[in-house]
């Protein structure tokens, strides 16, 4: 079965800090990745994906991540963390032969300080 | 600019009553997902279709049943309402090709007393 491991329940980074969220999966093949983040009382916003092609993928809001077969990892990295970026974020994995089964990681909260 | 949306937003209900949450997109996406949140375990996949008239079984279907009638609507019910059930729920679709990644709603806070 697979899995998607975001190790950190919860960060906390000062504004204007570098911003490093990690996942981990497991999967036999290589799967389609996501990031999405969640802010209070909202749905998921896709922040960026990957499919195939350069490991490092930009998406939106100055978000990036690179992709690292070797190390099945899809870590989200920004380079200076904005007070409003305070959310939940969830890495997924999508199944490449069923797209349909999407798997979720358990999230992982940013908090911003000041 | 709707995109999906969800009804109601919240809900209190007892132990043993039904209800049907409701998710609407407008986007004319195939593909149409319910999953449930709860603390420190993600999402999870309760039922998915792929098309009008199409249901299937995700990861935890166990208590909730599902109906796609019509291609912009797919309903989660719940016969007979249980503690364990307390969760936000969430909708989501996609146009299913390919690569397209899942559109969310805002979510229904479910409480089950």
């Known amino acids: 079965a697979q899995s998607v491991t975001q190790p950190d329940i919860h960060i906390t980074v000062s504004e204007g800090a570098s911003l490093e969220l990690r996942c981990n999966y497991s999967y036999g093949a290589t799967p389609y990745l996501f990031w999405y983040v969640q802010s209070p009382g909202q749905g998921l916003q896709l922040l960026l994906k990957?499919?195939?092609?350069?490991?490092l993928v930009q998406g939106i809001k100055g978000f990036e991540a690179e992709f690292k077969r070797s190390q099945s990892s899809f870590n989200l990295r920004k380079p200076s963390v904005h007070w409003s970026d305070a959310a939940e974020y969830f890495c997924?994995?999508?199944?490449?032969?069923?797209?349909?089964?999407?798997?979720f990681g358990s999230g992982t909260k940013l908090n911003v300080k000041p | 600019n709707a995109g999906v949306t969800q009804t109601p937003k919240f809900r209190v209900l007892k132990t043993g009553q039904s209800m049907t949450l409701l998710c609407a997109q407008d986007m004319n996406h195939e593909y149409m997902y319910w999953y449930r949140q709860d603390p420190g375990m993600g999402l999870r996949l309760i039922h998915y279709s792929v098309g009008e008239g199409t249901t299937a079984k995700g990861e935890v279907p166990d208590g909730y049943n599902v109906s796609r009638l019509k291609k912009q609507n797919f309903l989660l019910g719940l016969e007979s309402a249980a503690p364990s059930q307390t969760s936000v729920y969430f909708c989501a679709s996609s146009s299913g090709q390919g690569t397209q990644p899942q559109h969310f709603g805002d979510g229904t806070r479910l409480s089950i007393l």
């Open positions: 997924a994995v999508a199944q490449r032969d069923n797209f349909n089964k999407f798997y």
């Open positions: 990957y499919f195939s092609g350069d490991t």
